[in-house]
């Protein structure tokens, strides 16, 4: 990393300071960091949900889980360092833009300064390990996992959603430049497309309808209203349906496949009864709605 130096007083002593230059070098860098730790998370759920449906219970150490901690893992260093940098900045008297990340915030009595969206998807990755300990600590306690409703599970899909939530705030900040605009269309793209994660929690309530519909109808639509707001063009919600299709058909192909892989590879066969429907996550993408408000969606391990 570049950094300019400063002398201080008489002495030859020089310290590093990080500059405003320096942080508007590596702000696209950053945001597009904490956009690859989603997109390595989202491929570890739909491999490890397909996992369960096709193959059966797994233990904590699988390499789906691999990709999941290690999407989260990715964000919250990228989003540390962004905000030790803000900081660094700050500190040397430095005004960083408000188009780094958001609207900066103070954060532990002002010893830090932290942009909005780092400072989202930084707590929100942070908490996502933090939860993966405790889904260490389930497995430990009842073995298996054989069922997706349990409370760490809902806890990490939170978790990862605030992640997504401060990747689109970082972006949106940045939307002036081409960069930015690409970048929160595709973070916006992923979120719709992973939207009917969290909804299912509400599949043990056992209501009349179906949640996953109801979800998507609420949440994809309000994502491409938001995203033609902000980037006040109508071929941006255009835009973020064709990233949201390449998704679904990338991940149509994967799941199933990395799943059969990788019981082929540990040597443990399919389940007896495979039901030869779409792929979990993938069906459940909102170019499916029209499907579950007909159909109901078999569900998750």
């Known amino acids: 990393m570049n950094a300019e130096t400063s002398t201080a007083g008489t002495g030859a002593e020089q ?6 230059a320096v942080i508007e070098k590596y702000a696209p860098l950053g945001a597009y960091g904490v956009l690859l730790g989603s997109v390595v998370g989202a ?3 739909t491999w490890d949900v397909e996992w369960h449906d096709d193959v059966g219970p797994d233990t904590f150490f699988t390499l789906p889980h691999l990709l999941l901690y290690s999407g989260s893992a990715i964000g919250g260093i990228t989003s540390l360092v962004m905000v030790l940098m803000v900081t660094a900045a700050q500190r040397a008297g430095e005004e960083v833009p408000r188009w780094v990340g958001g609207v ?3 954060v532990f009595g002002g010893r830090f300064t932290a942009p909005l969206g780092f400072l989202l998807s930084g707590c929100g990755a942070a908490s996502f390990l933090m939860y993966g300990l405790l889904d260490l600590w389930w497995h430990t306690v009842y073995g298996f996992d054989a069922v997706l409703a349990s409370p760490p599970h809902f806890a990490l899909f939170v978790s990862g959603t605030v992640t997504d939530l401060g990747s689109i705030v970082t972006f949106a900040a940045a939307r002036r430049f081409r960069w930015g605009v690409v970048g929160l269309m595709a973070q916006a793209s992923l979120v719709a497309a992973m939207t009917a994660i969290p909804f299912t929690a509400l599949f043990l309530f056992k209501f009349d309808f179906n949640p996953i519909s109801l979800g998507s109808a609420f949440i994809v639509p309000l994502v491409l209203l938001l995203i033609a707001g902000v980037v006040r063009s109508t071929l941006a919600p255009l835009g973020v349906a064709v990233i949201m299709g390449a998704i679904q058909a990338i991940f149509w192909w994967f799941s ?14 399919l389940r007896d009864d495979l039901w030869g429907g779409p792929p979990t996550i993938p069906g459940m993408m909102p170019m499916l709605s029209l499907i579950h408000i007909s159909e109901p969606t078999r569900p998750l391990y």
Do not use: D, K, M, S
Not at 15 to 20: A, E, K, S
């Open 43 to 45: 491929v570890g759920t």
């Open 104 to 106: 900066p915030i103070r």
């Open 15 to 20: 310290t590093p300071r990080i500059t405003r």
């Open 256 to 269: 199933p496949w990395a799943a059969h892989e990788y019981a082929a590879a540990v040597g443990l066969p």
